[in-house]
């Protein structure tokens, strides 16, 4: 099975801040990843599908990058809304998703 | 517009099976996968299966092989997730979420609401 790691688990970050969470797979995916936001008590929402393609409606300030292994989310100015946790999937062999990474506020 | 919704809340008692279905709409079945997806109280998501609802072949997980079932009904744009001999670690809220159009890879852009699913003697 293709293993997913996150880093890190945790973030503090104040509104306005740009942050990056890093996606690393244990083997090569080429471009089948996906990034999702979860907030509580409600189902992931999709924002970023193949890696770096945003999905409609969601804000431009979110971008994904990366191939192969490794895999980046950044929120270039975090919003109020944007606390939540994160999470990414790969779709290359069957699926798996990385453990999470937890937003908070600082 | 697209989406998919779940049965309601279950509670079983270690040993027992339970079966959560999955009913869409706005879009054709047949068309596109259907994943399954689990979270345990406070913890991440976990994958469990995929299912072709135009030809009912799916995949899953290698944890949950042997115990899981995915089927569908074609003529109520149904999937079903069957889950046998539970256990406490079971207790969880399981999506169903749909993904890419068949014959392609993608993410799962719509999602169930989820549905509870307590083990408990």
């Known amino acids: 099975d293709i293993q997913l790691t996150q880093s890190p688990s945790f973030l503090s970050a104040s509104v306005g801040d740009r942050v990056t969470i890093t996606c690393r797979a244990s083997?090569?995916?080429?471009?089948?990843l996906a990034w999702y936001q979860q907030k509580p008590g409600k189902a992931p929402k999709l924002l970023i599908s193949?890696?770096?393609t945003l999905q409609s409606g969601v804000p431009s300030r979110f971008s994904g990058s990366g191939s192969g292994t490794e895999f980046t989310l950044t929120i270039s100015s975090l919003q109020p809304e944007d606390f939540a946790t994160y999470y990414c999937?790969?779709?290359?062999?069957?699926?798996?998703f990385g453990q999470g990474t937890r937003l908070e506020i600082k | 517009q697209v989406q998919v919704e779940q049965s309601g809340s279950e509670v079983k008692k270690p040993g027992a099976s339970v079966k959560v279905s999955c009913q869409a709409s706005?879009?054709?079945?047949?068309?596109?996968?259907m994943h399954w997806v689990r979270q345990a109280p406070g913890q991440g998501l976990e994958w469990m299966a995929i299912?072709?609802?135009?030809?009912?072949?799916?995949s899953s997980a290698q944890k949950f092989r042997g115990r899981l079932t995915v089927t569908r009904d074609t003529s109520t744009s149904t999937v079903f997730m069957e889950l046998s001999s539970l256990r406490s670690e079971d207790t969880a809220i399981y999506f169903c979420?749909?993904?890419?159009?068949?014959?392609?890879?993608?993410?799962?852009?719509?999602w169930g609401q989820g549905t509870i699913v307590t083990v408990s003697s």
């Open positions: 979420a749909r993904g890419s159009a068949v014959a392609t890879y993608g993410a799962l852009d719509v």
């Open positions: 706005g879009y054709t079945f047949t068309n596109y996968y």
């Open positions: 299912i072709n609802p135009s030809r009912g072949a799916t």
């Open positions: 083997q090569g995916i080429t471009n089948y």
């Open positions: 193949a890696a770096s």
């Open positions: 999937q790969q779709l290359n062999a069957y699926s798996t």
